[in-house]
């Protein structure tokens, strides 16, 4: 008896496009907090990554010469780089942030933005970030933007010329999940740009919760790197982020409250 062909989903026919580039992987990843560049290097691999982030303020692509690179484990031609304005708490530290970047990236435009409010909660601050994105996108600058799960913030920031709007499932490395589904639903329904959920993963179930939302990818660092397995949490994420967009396609059925037979009634034999 031949076996029935197997039936998978295809990434390639369903891209993710961020300003004009198509990726098959929607998972984002953080290059922070591995023991060093070989497990950096093994968790991207086995995540299927295709855009990571740098935080431009912390990490060595080439402006220290003579230290560890981060380009030598994950290389330009390999990945996008996704320089990211990590630790800046106001507008202009961000802006300047992203042209350091340019110049270090030869003239790189994609980067993602993010202002912080505070230390303790690393919630973002809204204000800076709306005047941070507007200089930005008037430089020429391809913005990806880490926001709260405000649907008005979110549309704002789309209207202002961001290529990706990022809110916030949770508080940043708190792996509590995605805590408000309407706020994010309400976000992705209306946007016209890429939506991702960017902070609060925890595990596989979480990620998978939020493509199930509709969003178009996530990005997480800490619960990969932070796992007792970075490298098989990285892989557990690839799967759950897959399932999850494949099963958002696939369109669920409706909650009900009562059963409903797998097997209907009617036609039984006497």
């Known amino acids: ?5 197997e039936t998978r989903f295809d990434t390639a026919a369903d891209p993710l496009v961020i300003a004009g580039k198509t990726y098959r992987s929607r998972l984002l990843t953080g290059t922070g907090k591995f023991k060093d ?32 690179n981060l380009l030598d ?30 110049e270090l990236l030869d003239g790189h435009t994609l980067v993602k933005l993010e202002v912080l409010g505070d230390p303790k909660t690393l919630f973002p601050d809204v204000v800076q970030t709306l005047a ?19 649907p008005i913030l979110a549309r704002r920031l789309e209207e202002i010329g961001c290529v990706a ?8 490395g708190s792996g509590l999940g995605v805590q408000n589904r ?10 016209k740009v890429p939506v991702l959920v960017d902070a609060g993963v ?29 490298v098989l949490m990285a892989h557990a994420m690839r799967l759950a982020v897959e399932a999850g967009r494949a099963a958002y396609r696939a369109g669920r059925i409706p909650r009900k409250r009562h059963a409903s037979a797998s097997s209907p009634l009617d036609g039984l034999i006497a």
């Not at 008896?1 to 062909?5: I, Q």
């Open 37 to 68: 560049l070989d497990e950096t290097a093994r968790a991207t691999a086995a995540a299927g990554a295709e855009i990571v982030t740098v935080a431009i303020r912390r990490t060595n692509i080439g402006q220290h010469p003579g230290e560890p």
């Open 1 to 5: 008896m031949n076996a029935l062909p």
């Open 73 to 102: 484990a994950l290389p330009p031609s390999r990945y996008t780089l996704l320089p990211n304005t990590a630790g800046c708490y106001n507008a202009e530290e961000a802006v300047r942030t992203c042209r350091l970047a340019r």
């Open 202 to 230: 925890g595990t596989a179930s979480d990620a998978a919760i939020a493509m199930e939302l509709g969003c178009d990818g996530v990005l997480m660092n800490t619960a990969i790197a932070g796992a007792k397995d970075p």
């Open 132 to 150: 941070a994105a507007q200089t930005l996108v008037e430089e020429g600058f391809d913005v990806m933007v880490y926001t709260s799960d405000d």
């Open 182 to 191: 309407w706020n994010l639903l309400e976000i992705v329904e209306n946007a």
């Open 165 to 172: 709007v990022m809110p916030l499932a949770a508080p940043i």
